[in-house]
Each structure stands twice: as structure tokens, then as C-alpha cells.
């Protein structure tokens, strides 16, 4: 069984960045906080898939950076992703439980589609088996994300979740990081420094 594990770096996903802080330089942290995370997964393939120019810089050697457009839909992320099993990560969850991706992928022995569903909607991160299936057209931003797929699903059970989490899409969604949880440590760094 091949899983592959994609984190998600998109330009709109610097809103978050504090006063003084280049909203590149918060992508970057924010960013390299969820790859490391995922990248220190065991049995898992880390990538990266990103609209950011030269944002490979952040991830270890080896590791297949996929270049796609803004806005291209979760669905052309996951179409582009090899082997069995995929999870697609919000690249602005930098302090996320590397647990909860595990989770996902153990839903996925009885449903088609798992969500790790974000605290204010939508979706921290999305896990299928691939191809992914037909019916599903997700969004992380959809902010009724399981209702819609279990509304797409042609059949019940299709759509299971796991525990939820947080996104950093305000500023206001700072006060979220909680200082001890290990991790995030390239965040951490940049909120002190301003």
C-alpha cells in the first residue's frame, strides 16, 4: 500500500500573516511547519504541491514538488498524485497533530472519502484512495465540505470524518497556536521575532 501525503501551499493562504511579518515570509514558515510534520509521518510519501514560486526550498532533498496553478481544484491536485492512498494537507495548519492524518488514512478502510474538518469550516485536510473517487468534487474552503460530498456520495457511509483541527486564515487565528505543542517551530520562530 503506497500513501502519499500532499501538502497544499496556495498564495491565498498567507492571510494570516501578522502586522510586520511579508505575508511570503508567514507562507514559507507556515508552510515548512506542515511539510516537516508530514514529512516525519512514517509509511507515508511526503509531497508538496504549491502555486508559490521557489517554495521547494523547504523541503528535504528528493522530496516531488508539484507546481500548479492557484486555483486549481482539489480534485486536479489529487489527479496528479501516485499510489494508493492520498491526503491532501492545508499547508496553513502548521501546528497540526501529525495523529490526525493517520486517523484519516485508517477511516478510509470504510469509507471512500475522510475529512479532517476545520474548526471555522471547510477542511483542514482530505484523504481518499486514488483514483479519487468519481462522485467527490472537494473543496478545503467549501465551508459546508462534508455536507457536500455526503450530499455527492451515491450512497451512505461514503463520507466519514476524523477529529477536528484549525486553519490560520486570520490574524485572529494566531491565539489558536498553542505554545506546547511541539512542532511549528519555523512559525513560532517569526511570530516572536515581530
Known amino acids: 500500500m503506497t500513501r502519499v501525503v500532499a501538502v497544499l501551499a496556495r498564495r491565498s493562504m498567507a492571510g494570516a500573516a501578522p502586522e510586520g511579518v511579508e505575508p511570503r515570509a508567514f507562507l514559507e514558515a507556515i508552510a515548512e511547519d506542515t511539510y516537516e510534520m508530514v514529512a516525519s509521518l512514517e509509511l507515508v510519501t511526503p509531497v508538496l504541491v504549491t502555486s508559490v514560486p521557489e517554495l521547494e526550498e523547504i523541503v528535504w532533498p528528493g522530496t516531488e514538488v508539484i507546481v500548479v496553478d492557484e486555483d486549481i481544484p482539489l480534485s486536479g491536485v489529487l489527479g496528479r498524485l501516485k499510489g494508493d ?5 492545508a499547508a496553513d495548519a502548521p501546528d497540526l497533530p501529525p495523529l490526525l492524518i493517520g486517523k484519516l488514512f485508517r477511516e478510509l478502510g470504510r469509507a471512500q472519502v475522510t475529512v ?4 471555522q469550516g471547510g477542511a483542514v485536510a482530505l484523504a481518499c484512495g486514488l483514483p479519487m473517487p468519481g462522485w467527490a468534487e472537494p473543496d478545503l474552503d467549501d465551508p459546508h465540505l462534508v455536507a457536500t460530498l455526503r450530499a455527492q456520495a451515491p450512497g451512505p457511509r461514503m ?3 476524523g477529529p477536528g483541527w484549525h486553519r490560520l486564515r486570520t490574524r ?3 491565539d489558536r497556536l498553542d505554545p506546547g505543542l511541539e512542532g511549528w517551530d519555523s512559525t513560532r520562530a ?3 521575532a515581530r
Not at 85 to 89: E, I, L, N, R, T
Not at 116 to 119: D, G, I, L, V
Open 85 to 89: 492512498q492520498a491526503a491532501v494537507v
Open 116 to 119: 479532517c474538518p476545520a474548526e
Open 159 to 161: 463520507v466519514a470524518t
Open 172 to 174: 485572529a487565528d494566531l
Open 190 to 192: 517569526l511570530i516572536r
